[in-house]
T-cell receptor
Framework: NAGVTQTPKFRILKIGQSMTLQCTQD?????MYWYRQDPGMGLKLIYYSVGAGITDKGEVPNGYNVSRSTTEDFPLRLELAAPSQTSVYFC??????????FGSGTRLTVV | AQRVTQPEKLLSVFKGAPVELKCNYSYSGSPELFWYVQYSRQRLQLLLRHISRESIKGFTADLNKGETSFHLKKPFAQEEDSAMYYCALSGRFSGGYNKLIFGAGTRLAVHP
């Protein structure tokens, strides 16, 4: 099993550009999460999903959108990139008492 | 409000010294607490969860509900322990779904 796979690993965007951060899991976990990690701030929850077709906002959803058309995929969309979205983004899954599994992260810089 | 507090941004010790990384939480229900570790530019890895009551890499953590704390301890720090450590709380929040919320993290630097 690959676990949780995130692509791309790195990306530089110009202000106003859009992009999609991909997250795929092969563990058939229902719960999926997107976090952003900023220095000194820990990880903040952006969006989460409890299953295909169901998504909800986390603590810092502004400027982002998500969709969950399949159990495996949970892409995060940035429509109009801003410098404040420069961060490292982590995708994670949860299944019952098995705990959370994190992807390796996407480092995004908006210039 | 649900919150995880890690009061120290940086903890600097010498090899062989004891280590205690502090974590306090605020949660109205029955919490499930974790410690995650992140080595330089790598993904977060689960270090400990309070329900397992195990010791990983010499680290232990005990849940103290009276003090709402879940401090991480190791009697003798090693250089390879240098990393970022996050305390996290899992519970059912608004909407009834499980979420994981994190503290701001503590960077542990172990010097030779």
């Amino acid at each position: 099993n690959a676990g949780v796979t995130q692509t791309p690993k790195f990306r530089i965007l110009k202000i106003g550009q859009s992009m999609t951060l991909q997250c795929t899991q092969d563990m058939n976990h229902n719960y999926m999460y997107w976090y952003r990690q900023d220095p000194g701030m820990g990880l903040k929850l952006i969006y989460y999903s409890v299953g295909a077709g169901i998504t909800d906002k986390g603590e810092v959803p502004n400027g982002y959108n998500v969709s969950r058309s399949t159990t495996e995929d949970f892409p995060l969309r940035l429509e109009l990139a801003a410098p404040s979205q420069t961060s490292v983004y982590f995708c994670a899954t949860l299944q019952g008492n098995l705990g959370y599994t994190f992807g390796s992260g996407t480092r995004l810089t908006v210039v | 409000a649900q919150r995880v507090t890690q009061p120290e941004k940086l903890l600097s010790v010498f090899k062989g010294a004891p280590v205690e990384l502090k974590c306090n939480y605020s949660y109205s229900g029955s919490p499930e607490l974790f410690w995650y570790v992140q080595y330089s530019r790598q993904r977060l890895q689960l270090l400990l969860r309070h329900i397992s009551r195990e010791s990983i890499k010499g680290f232990t953590a005990d849940l103290n509900k009276g003090e709402t704390s879940f401090h991480l301890k190791k009697p003798f720090a090693q250089e390879e322990d240098s990393a970022m450590y996050y305390c996290a709380l899992s519970g059912r929040f608004s909407g009834g779904y499980n979420k994981l919320i994190f503290g701001a993290g503590t960077r542990l630097a172990v010097h030779p």
